[in-house]
């Protein structure tokens, strides 16, 4: 099963400013990568799919990288309402996997 | 509009069973992948089962042999059959379609039914 580790477990940071989540892979999941956003009481939304594919409707301040084992996902310019937990799953390999998940905290 | 509405959450005894539906519209149900993915409260999320529109289903090590994913195309409808249930089990379970262009990656998502398992 492939283990994926997100750092850090807790951002907190002001509207305007810059996001940076990270996600490592146990072992290279090449590019299929995807990145989530689950608010306070909902259901996860799909955001990137394989690394750096934004999903229909994903403001472009969202945006992924990485390839291999290393990934990350920036948001640009905070929103209040970027106000989530942000996790990232593995469609390499089955079972699929999640991490253990960011939460974003908005100053 | 597309919607994933689950439905059969409720109480159950330790070693019970429970039976898991997930009622989809606004889109051509037999041309997607489904997935059940599982939250316990305050927690992280855990794949549970997944079947393609062949009928191919894929369980991991925690739930196989206990668990049954189903589809019936013709009603539109996701199934999830919950064996040998223990309070490991207690979540809320979301039903999730993943378009075949890019499978395992869900792009809409039901609201949750909430499972609990407790004496």
């Known amino acids: 099963e492939i283990v994926l580790t997100q750092s850090p477990a807790t951002l907190s940071l002001s509207p305007g400013e810059r996001a940076t989540l990270s996600c490592r892979a146990s072992?290279?999941?090449?590019?299929?990568l995807v990145w989530y956003q689950q608010k306070p009481g909902q259901a996860p939304r799909l955001l990137i799919y394989?690394?750096?594919n934004r999903a229909t409707g994903i403001p472009a301040r969202f945006s992924g990288s990485g390839s291999g084992t290393d990934f990350t996902l920036t948001i640009s310019s905070l929103e209040p309402e970027d106000l989530a937990v942000y996790y990232c799953?593995?469609?390499?390999?089955?079972?699929?996997?999640f991490g253990q998940g960011t939460k974003l905290e908005i100053k | 509009e597309v919607q994933l509405v689950e439905s059969g959450g409720g109480l159950v005894q330790p070693g019970g069973s429970l039976r898991l539906s997930c009622a989809a519209s606004?889109?051509?149900?037999?041309?997607?992948?489904m997935h059940w993915v599982r939250q316990p409260a305050g927690k992280g999320l855990e794949w549970v089962s997944a079947?393609?529109?062949?009928?191919?289903?894929y369980y991991p090590g925690s739930v196989k042999g206990r668990f049954t994913i189903s589809r019936e195309n013709a009603e539109n409808s996701l199934y999830l059959q919950m064996n040998s249930l223990t309070v490991g089990d207690t979540a809320v379970y979301y039903c999730?379609?993943?378009?075949?262009?890019?499978?395992?990656?869900?792009?809409?998502w039901g609201q949750g039914t909430l499972v609990t398992v407790s004496s």
């Open positions: 799953q593995q469609r390499h390999a089955w079972p699929y996997t």
């Open positions: 999730a379609r993943a378009p075949r262009s890019i499978p395992g990656a869900p792009d809409c």
């Open positions: 072992q290279s999941l090449s590019s299929y």
């Open positions: 606004g889109f051509t149900f037999s041309n997607y992948d």
């Open positions: 079947i393609g529109i062949t009928g191919d289903t």
């Open positions: 394989d690394a750096s």
